[in-house]
């Protein structure tokens, strides 16, 4: 078997050595090959991976963009350009922890072809790649866990269940035989993210295995597509995100019972971020995009939205919010 792994990286100069370096450490019987995806960037992240590709010319496929094409196209544009009939995932950001990672996978995808994602346990770090803990919606496995085609689409969805695709092997053919079927659905440039769309094919698709072995560090903390650090940019990406899992949701069929908590929770999220933000117009895009979507309001963002209907009352709450995060 062939795996191909999947680098896609945006200005990440201090990081992207690191990635690499932990997915070529990998001890495994398959033949393994990167494919990196780097999305026209402008700091001297384009010059680490050509030596990366020099130096490993067998193994590294390196595909510089012209212009921005956003995570999701280019990460499907990799997957095009993928030999393997395996994929993995590797963000240029975070690094794999476990030189076995991806044999101790592959055993269970041999051992069952009717698993189509083997997943595992992570753990969140620094930038620098230090203070390795545990993210608070992600407690560690107990065991190893086995889910049937169907069953993890709606935990997925709302939120009680995590998986990180920077952990996954999974078989390309079950995913691009939905993607070939249903393009649209699962590569839009509107998406604020590439993860959401691949991870449910592979739980609707086949069984999904959760190995209790942590293999990735993923870096929080700094500026990156899930990390936003403005109010502006939270906001475009909350809503983004949010429109994606609606469309997600009608999709795989999922009930919008087993959704009623997530949406309550991220509708409230949004409106926070448009009210902090300052912006009217991400203040009317939010309520309309609520109304549209019959999204549940929350008493705070009901408070939030009459305080934005007077900008003075608006500007004086901001600043009082402003206050209290700095002590």
């Not at 590294?60 to 393997?84: E, M, P, S």
């Amino acid at each position: 078997m062939t795996i191909s792994v999947i680098v896609v990286t945006y200005n990440q100069q201090s990081t992207i050595a690191r990635t690499l370096d932990s997915i070529l450490a990998q001890q495994t019987e398959a033949e393994v090959e990167i494919v990196i995806g780097d999305d026209c960037s402008s700091d001297g992240t384009e010059a680490i991976c050509r030596d990366y590709a020099a130096r490993f010319p067998d193994r590294i496929t390196y595909l510089r963009r012209d212009k921005n094409l956003g995570v999701v196209r280019n990460y499907f544009d990799c997957i095009d350009h993928a030999r393997g009939n395996l994929l993995a995932d590797c963000a240029g950001d975070d690094f794999w922890v476990d030189p076995h990672k991806l044999q101790a996978q592959l055993e269970v995808i041999k051992n069952d072809p009717d698993v189509s994602l083997v997943a595992t346990d992570w753990l969140c770090c620094d930038e620098q790649g230090l203070n390795p803990h545990r993210h608070p919606d992600n407690p560690a496995p107990d065991g190893i866990e086995t889910y049937a085609p169907g069953q993890l689409c709606a935990p997925l969805l709302s939120q009680k269940k995590m998986i990180h695709l920077c952990t996954a092997l999974y078989r390309k053919d079950m995913l691009m035989a939905q993607v070939n079927a249903h393009r649209d659905i699962f590569i839009n440039p509107a998406y604020t993210c590439e993860d959401q769309q691949i991870i449910l094919a592979m739980a609707h698709a086949g069984k999904i295995v959760i190995l209790p072995r942590v293999t990735l560090h993923y870096t929080v903390g700094h500026d990156s597509i899930s990390h936003r650090t403005d109010y502006n940019r939270k906001f475009d990406y909350s809503l983004g995100a949010t429109r994606q899992t609606i469309i997600m949701q009608r999709h795989f069929g999922v009930p919008a019972s087993a959704m009623q908590g997530f949406y309550t929770r991220q509708s409230a999220h949004i409106c926070a971020m448009a009210f902090r933000s300052g912006s009217k117009e991400r203040m009317t895009r939010y309520r309309r995009f609520r109304k549209e979507n019959n999204l549940p309001l929350s008493p705070k963002s009901r408070l939030y939205m009459f305080l934005a209907a007077n900008p003075l009352l608006w500007k004086m709450a901001r600043a009082a919010l402003s206050h209290k995060n700095n002590f």
